[in-house]
T-cell receptor, first 114, second 116 residues
Framework: DQQVKQNSPSLSVQEGRISILNCDYTNSMFDYFLWYKKYPAEGPTFLISISSIKDKNEDGRFTVFLNKSAKHLSLHIVPSQPGDSAVYFCAASVWNNAGNMLTFGGGTRLMVKP | NAGVTQTPKFRILKIGQSMTLQCTQDMNHNYMYWYRQDPGMGLKLIYYSVGAGITDKGEVPNGYNVSRSTTEDFPLRLELAAPSQTSVYFC???????????????FGPGTRLLVL
């Protein structure tokens, strides 16, 4: 039972345009959401996060939107650059006494064409 | 400051062999994690540790063991390798100081393991 799903395995976008990556979750207890970026042969690196008490968080070209009623979040990249080509993982967590355990989606491969 | 380092980068094992995947972090993080990533899948938590001497199972612990004798090191042991353990393994660490004071997880570059 996948609690975090990224239904698009890949996405291709022209340089300069907007990239929109989507993520759905089923566990209403999740209270913190993150996006990680992964290049080949490297570990994932943190990109941006959002708390469940917010509906938007922006960091430069990257904005994450959270729709709690729909259990959906999205990552917008504007404008997209060729260096953004990578696999993007959505992750969610629910706090417990053991800390911040992350549940990951399957990833979306973004290709930004020059 | 090297962050999270993992060795080896790549290893081929025969069925039934054993090996230890090494993970070291130099950020003085109290929390450490082991994940595996299968093709087309997200990362699944194998084991985690909240501090030296304390470990606990994650989502997919079967076939693995861990130990945490120091803050810096968190090795993952495969005792009897099986083809189902072919995967990419990532170690991660984070600082956790309570719900209001926590950092995101920092990942190592991964170990690619092939069991034949």
């Amino acid at each position: 039972d996948q609690q975090v799903k990224q239904n698009s395995p890949s996405l291709s976008v022209q340089e300069g345009r907007i990239s929109i990556l989507n993520c759905d979750y089923t566990n209403s207890m999740f209270d913190y959401f993150l996006w990680y970026k992964k290049y080949p042969a490297e570990g994932p690196t943190f990109l941006i996060s959002i708390s469940s008490i917010k509906d938007k968080n922006e960091d430069g070209r990257f904005t994450v939107f959270l729709n709690k009623s729909a259990k959906h979040l999205s990552l917008h990249i504007v404008p997209s650059q060729p260096g953004d080509s990578a696999v993007y993982f959505c992750a969610a967590s629910v706090w417990n006494n053991a800390g911040n355990m992350l549940t990951f989606g399957g990833g979306t491969r973004l290709m930004v064409k020059p | 400051n090297a962050g999270v380092t993992q060795t080896p980068k790549f290893r081929i094992l025969k069925i039934g062999q054993s090996m230890t995947l090494q993970c070291t972090q130099d950020m003085n993080h109290n929390y450490m994690y082991w994940y595996r990533q299968d093709p087309g899948m997200g990362l699944k938590l194998i084991y985690y540790s909240v501090g030296a001497g304390i470990t606990d199972k994650g989502e997919v612990p079967n076939g693995y063991n861990v130990s945490r004798s120091t803050t810096e090191d968190f090795p993952l042991r495969l005792e009897l390798a099986a083809p189902s353990q072919t995967s990419v393994y990532f170690c991660a660490s984070s600082y956790y100081g309570g719900r209001a004071n926590q950092e995101t997880q920092y990942f190592g570059p991964g170990t690619r393991l092939l069991v034949l």
